[in-house]
């Protein structure tokens, strides 16, 4: 079963470059989380969708990050404009109802030069 | 403001030994509580506990919660190096599936 897909794997950029990421959460799953994790802070929730409604984006850290889920099978998070601090890998999750456990994306590795 | 706090945030032990994480929590309404490892790549589930005092098993790893003291512990026994990886606590609470990570124990399985 193909499982979270988050493209790019890897993105390199300058600073002030806009930035999307993608994801496919599992299919038949309603929830889908969009998370950040650093050495510093660890893993942070910036963002969940129930049923492609946005429920939650108080972890989103300024008016520079987006999100959106514009159907069941497909979501995006917008950096722009980027800046050096964005660095980090970005998750995304998602689960089959409330309460039910997450599966999680490889993870898209962001760097702003 | 609800919190979830792991411990210890690194530990390295050797082979063979039996290694305790811990995890407290103080959320509102809280539904289950969740442990991840996580490797190189993504977060792995490894167990879900909505009930005090039940433990769940998987091989050399369980868990444990205690609703009454807020906290849940994950044992490893018998370590071995591809123990090694950072292990996640999450806490759900409320109705939208709303999880709070914790930071996370970085455990280091030396040969």
């Known amino acids: 079963d193909a499982g979270v897909i988050q493209s790019p794997r890897h993105e390199v950029t300058e600073m002030g470059q806009e930035v999307t990421l993608r994801c496919k959460p599992i299919s038949g799953h309603n929830s889908l989380f969009w998370y950040r994790q650093t050495m510093m802070r660890g893993l942070e929730l910036l963002i969940y969708f129930n049923n492609n409604v946005p429920i939650d984006d108080s972890g989103m850290p300024e008016d520079r990050f987006s999100a959106k889920m514009p159907n069941a099978s497909f979501s995006t998070l917008k950096i722009q404009p980027s800046e050096p601090r964005d660095s980090a890998v970005y998750f995304c999750?998602?689960?089959?109802?409330?309460?039910?456990?997450?599966?999680f994306g490889d993870g898209t590795r962001l760097s702003i030069l | 403001e609800d919190k979830v706090v792991q411990s210890p945030l690194s530990l390295v032990v050797h082979e063979g030994d039996t290694v305790t994480l811990n995890c407290s929590y103080e959320?509102?309404?809280?539904?289950?509580l969740l442990w991840y490892k996580q490797e190189k790549k993504a977060p792995t589930f490894l167990f879900m506990l909505?009930?005090?005092?039940i433990e769940k098993k998987s091989g050399r790893l369980s868990s444990i919660l205690d609703k009454k003291e807020l906290f849940s512990i994950l044992n490893i026994t018998a370590t071995q190096t591809g123990d090694s990886a950072i292990y996640l606590c999450?806490?759900?609470?409320?109705?939208?599936?709303?999880?709070?990570f914790g930071a996370g124990t970085r455990l280091t399985v030396k040969p």
């Open positions: 999750a998602s689960s089959v109802s409330v309460n039910q456990p997450q599966h």
């Open positions: 959320v509102t309404n809280f539904r289950s």
């Open positions: 909505t009930s005090s005092g």
């Open positions: 999450a806490v759900v609470r409320g109705n939208n599936n709303d999880m709070r």
